[in-house]
């Protein structure tokens, strides 16, 4: 697996760069937003925020806007909000500085597993208008594809296999984040807003109080 590695601090990419080469990644390190958008795509991407030419929102926008590549956010603010602003532009994970190696590569496993592997039962799910074409990793409205994270789609897809079911909060955390977030709970929530706006009408996705979400065509 090829990862860009965006760091500045160069005391905390060295060991990084170590550890994951190591544990056999291919790593590109580079130390400012400029070349992190300049960079051959890669299958992951840890992203400082903290940059010194380019915030590191934005550089996760652009990413985000022309490629579905998972994102890992390094980060110093522990702030909610800004834990929410990365997961709604489009960031699958978010880790707080400092942590531990093991932390990061359990998220780096998480979040490709989620990207790589699909329910071997979901070939093919329709939900009136809506279908999600799973081994293509595809979701369509009518004639429009929806423009989706990875996280963003296994989570339309979950919804999808249980059409009109309402899907606990904890099965949500087990099958799409594979039971190994540690961040904010309300990331389901973010996810969630972000789906109803890309399908155009919050009735898709109905919320059960305090238990979970189900999807269903308004009509």
């Known amino acids: 697996m090829r990862i860009l590695l ?9 060991p990084l760069i170590e550890g994951l080469e190591r544990e056999g990644f291919a790593v590109t390190h580079v130390d400012n937003g400029a070349d992190a958008l300049a960079a051959p795509e890669p299958d992951l991407v840890l992203l400082d925020l903290r940059l010194p030419d380019i915030d590191g929102f934005d550089v996760a926008r652009e990413l985000r806007s ?10 110093a603010r522990s ?10 532009i489009g960031a699958d994970d978010y880790l707080v500085k400092p942590f531990g190696f093991r932390q990061l590569l359990a998220r780096i496993r998480a979040v490709t597993r989620r990207t790589d592997a699909a329910p071997e039962s979901a070939d093919g799910l329709v939900v009136g208008r809506l279908v ?5 990793r595809l979701a369509r409205l009518e004639d429009r594809e929806l423009d989706l994270t990875p996280r963003e789609f296994e989570l339309i897809a979950l919804l999808a296999s249980r059409p009109g079911v309402v899907v606990e909060r904890d099965a949500i955390f087990r099958e799409v984040w594979g039971g ?23 009735r898709w996705i109905e919320t059960s109080r305090s238990v979970g979400f189900r999807l269903r065509d308004p009509g």
Do not use: Q
């Open 6 to 14: 965006v760091e500045d601090e160069h005391a905390i990419a060295e």
């Open 66 to 75: 022309r490629s579905r590549v998972p994102i890992i956010m390094m980060t």
């Open 79 to 88: 702030e909610e909000i800004d834990i929410v602003v990365g997961l709604e």
């Open 132 to 136: 999600v074409d799973v081994p293509a």
């Open 180 to 202: 190994e977030w540690f961040g904010s709970p309300k990331t389901i929530d973010v996810h969630v807003a972000a789906l109803r706006r890309k399908l155009g009408d919050a």
